[in-house]
């Protein structure tokens, strides 16, 4: 009887010992389990974020090598055509090319394509605009001075100029609206210095129109009240 008594007694100490234990090792199984898993999203994580940070660096380098190739495409499709012959008529539309080629990176570079594409406009005009104004001077400058001394400065060709120059004005009109819509103040300091191009650029072509129009002419006056010049 009395070690039936203590058979029971150990049965009854030793079989919750047992359950704890089998209890604790399956809660430790449990916790590993739970740990693996949570590395794992981590681990996950951080390739998706390494892949879409790779993804946003590979597209920017992208859309900066397509800005470079768009404008490269415009200054070709824009560019000067015709060589002044008079040389400092030729430097000063060499300047202008410049200028023009600031503003078509700035018209890829903008966010706001109806911008862009109203830089871009003008930037085709003003070079066609420079080799008509070009053309223009030269052959006010073929003129002869036995020419001028009878029939006076090559008329038709200076309304002409003066045509362009009002032209020019409003190009700096809309030029100085665009300025306004820009928040990047690298964007607008190369809109100004188009602006400013623009501004010489009249004034060198009034210099050279005046310059032109000096000297005594018997029937030349008659011809320019004709032309309104």
Do not use: C
Request: proline share 1%.
């Amino acid at each position: 009887m009395k070690n039936k008594l203590t058979l029971t007694t150990l049965t009854l100490l030793v079989l919750p010992a047992m359950s704890f234990a089998v209890s604790d090792s399956a809660n430790q199984g449990t916790s590993t389990q739970n740990q693996n898993t949570v590395t794992t999203q981590t681990q996950t994580q951080a390739q998706t974020n390494n892949t879409e940070t790779g993804a946003q660096t590979q597209t920017q380098t992208r859309t900066e090598e397509q800005i470079q190739t768009q404008t490269e495409q415009d200054i070709e499709s824009t560019k000067q055509q015709y060589q002044a012959k008079n040389n400092a008529v030729s430097s000063h539309a060499s300047e202008i090319a410049k200028a023009v080629q600031s503003m078509l990176a700035v018209a890829n570079r903008t966010n706001d394509p109806s911008i862009g594409e109203q830089i871009r406009t003008i930037a085709r005009e003003q070079n066609q605009a420079v080799d008509s104004a070009n053309k223009a001077m030269d052959k006010i400058q073929e003129r002869s001075g036995a020419a001028k001394f009878f029939i006076g400065a090559n008329y038709g060709q200076m309304k002409e100029v003066k045509t362009i120059m009002e032209q020019n004005q409003e190009r700096i009109r809309e030029l100085q609206q665009i300025m306004t819509k820009l928040t990047n103040e690298a964007d607008k300091t190369e809109i100004q210095n188009q602006i400013n191009v623009l501004e010489l650029q009249n004034l060198n072509l009034a210099n050279q129109l005046a310059e032109e129009a000096k000297g005594f002419t018997l029937f030349g006056w008659f011809i320019r009240w004709f032309y309104g010049v």
